[in-house]
């Protein structure tokens, strides 16, 4: 299997950065802003990956025997751990991607805040709870509660290479499982950070274990026999991930790409979305699988708007230094993908009122904002992952809604209306909607994040992303003998007929 590079559409092939120390083969991670080599990483093989689930099988066992209480004080002093070391993993995330410091700081706060969320309410949500029997059972009791999987395997992205990978981590360790991650081969020494610092308060058992290498180390990941599979990346991988999974019946979470849309009302305020809009188009580099790609503007507020839009995008910068709005293009390879996207918009006849294809200037590129690009082209059909914003102008909004809805992806969107918010919200297709915001309801610990079509399957975050990492296990408890007993070859010859007569009593009316 290749390994394809999450959220971003492009084959990462196993490049020149391979080495080889002491009989055991290596890679570098590097700086994408000067190519500088900031670490080595061993290059995993499916011997190491399954020895490591081995490893993770006892580990497993203990860690979900500590039950809620144990773990609780544990994921506690680990997010604290975190805490402490915040300004370090900060300069390792900027390092290993190029985004701006404060791009990093975004991710931090955010995965500090979804960590204490899934420590603080896993008992609640998973913990065994009492449920009615109905009448037909009513000489039962009824409890259902959600039982680990055992040693659940995590294949992470490089874009938010803490934030994302950690939604499906967290949630996995707070229900019980013990996790073997396998970071981007862009991101390691993120992945190992995590792992490291995790360690340092978990002394002694691999309850959380990382593997680095290319696609052929996340395609061992999957053939190893972890009991589920958490999955973010671009779709093309996302179905040999599902493949390779399929051979042992592993179950998957696969949260994939997405072409997000927004959705700008006749009676939006318009220097709030267009604020939003630059913000969500633009943060991380539009490196984001959420971030915005496509605004459909209603006809009667569009210039106004796309002036707004023009002035703000038009002032940003991108660079290597901390302070810069933008930092670059992470993977080299994506590079071409955002310049062939505005080549093929102009060509086809959309405009550029914010830079052009002169913006790409390897590893950077500077914001872009195209106007009236055809929707079969790539810059609105495909996902784009960089700083290119697409602005179409559409009758009105319910127009906007049907053209955001057009996508194969239905990941995120937003809509900016001041009377209808809630009504347009429900009539996109989407997993996630924000209104008269953009990129919400990924800050939000308790909501569910995930899609649907090309965007994948599955839920992280929130009771859903618990409920993801753990099955539930239905017990039914007899107290007392009943007066109609059908399950039973010694009931009378009337038993079956006053039950159906008792149904027809309850449910008939």
Request: with cysteine; hydrophobic share 45%; net charge neutral.
């Amino acid at each position: 299997m290749t390994q394809t590079a999450p959220d971003g559409p492009q084959a990462v092939p196993v490049d020149d950065r391979t080495a080889h120390a002491a009989g055991e083969e290596q890679f570098a991670s590097l700086d994408p802003r000067t190519g500088e080599v900031l670490a080595h990483h061993p290059v995993h093989s499916a011997d190491d990956v399954a020895e490591a689930v081995r490893a993770a099988r006892p580990a497993a066992a203990w860690w979900r025997d500590l039950g809620f209480a144990g773990r609780t004080p544990l994921l506690t002093a680990w997010r604290k751990l975190l805490l402490a070391r915040l300004d370090e993993l900060l300069a390792l995330i900027s390092a290993e991607t190029g985004k701006s410091a404060d791009d990093a700081r975004i991710e931090l706060v955010l995965l500090i805040d979804h960590l204490h969320w899934a420590t603080r309410n896993a008992g609640r949500v998973l913990g065994k709870r009492r449920v009615a029997t109905g009448v037909l059972l009513a000489n039962h009791s009824a409890t259902v509660e959600y039982k680990p999987y055992g040693v659940v395997g995590v294949i992470g992205p490089w874009n938010y290479p803490a934030f994302t990978p950690m939604g499906s981590i967290t949630h996995a360790l707070a229900a019980g499982n013990a996790v073997v991650f396998k970071p981007s081969e862009y991101t390691p020494g993120v992945g190992r950070f995590l792992a490291d610092t995790f360690a340092e308060v978990v002394p002694g058992r691999p309850v959380f274990q990382v593997v680095t290498g290319f696609g052929e180390t996340g395609a061992a990941l999957c053939r190893s026999g972890v009991d589920k599979l958490a999955f973010t990346g671009s779709t093309a991988t996302g179905r040999r991930v599902m493949a390779a999974c399929a051979e042992t019946l592993t179950p998957v979470l696969v949260e994939c790409g997405g072409k997000d849309a927004v959705v700008i009302a006749e009676d939006a305020d318009l220097r709030a979305a267009a604020e939003a809009v630059v913000f969500g188009g633009f943060t991380n580099a539009g490196q984001t699988c959420a971030g915005v790609e496509r605004v459909y503007v209603a006809d009667a507020v569009a210039d106004e708007f796309t002036a707004l839009v023009t002035a703000r995008a038009a002032r940003l910068r991108p660079g290597g230094d901390p302070d810069a709005d933008l930092g670059p293009i992470t993977m080299p390879s994506q590079v071409e993908i955002v310049r062939s996207h505005v080549r093929d918009a102009l060509e086809r006849g959309g405009r550029a009122v914010v830079g052009g294809v002169e913006s790409v200037r390897p590893p950077f590129v500077e914001p872009v904002v195209l106007l009236d690009v055809p929707e079969d082209s790539a810059a609105v059909a495909d996902e784009t992952f960089g700083p290119v914003l697409v602005i179409n102008r559409v009758a009105d909004a319910d127009e906007g809604v049907r053209r955001a809805n057009a996508s194969r992806y239905a990941l995120g969107a937003a809509v900016f209306s001041r009377s209808r918010g809630d009504e347009l919200a429900g009539k996109m297709r989407a997993g996630m909607v924000s209104v008269n915001s953009v990129l919400a309801f990924a800050g939000i610990p308790s909501l569910p994040f995930g899609g649907s079509g090309d965007s994948g399957f599955g839920r992280v975050h929130g009771e859903d992303g618990l409920r993801e990492f753990a099955a539930p296990q239905s017990v039914a408890r007899k107290r007392f003998g009943a007066p109609l007993n059908p399950s039973s070859y010694d009931r009378g010859s009337r038993t079956l007929r006053h039950v159906v007569r008792l149904v027809r009593l309850l449910h008939g009316r």
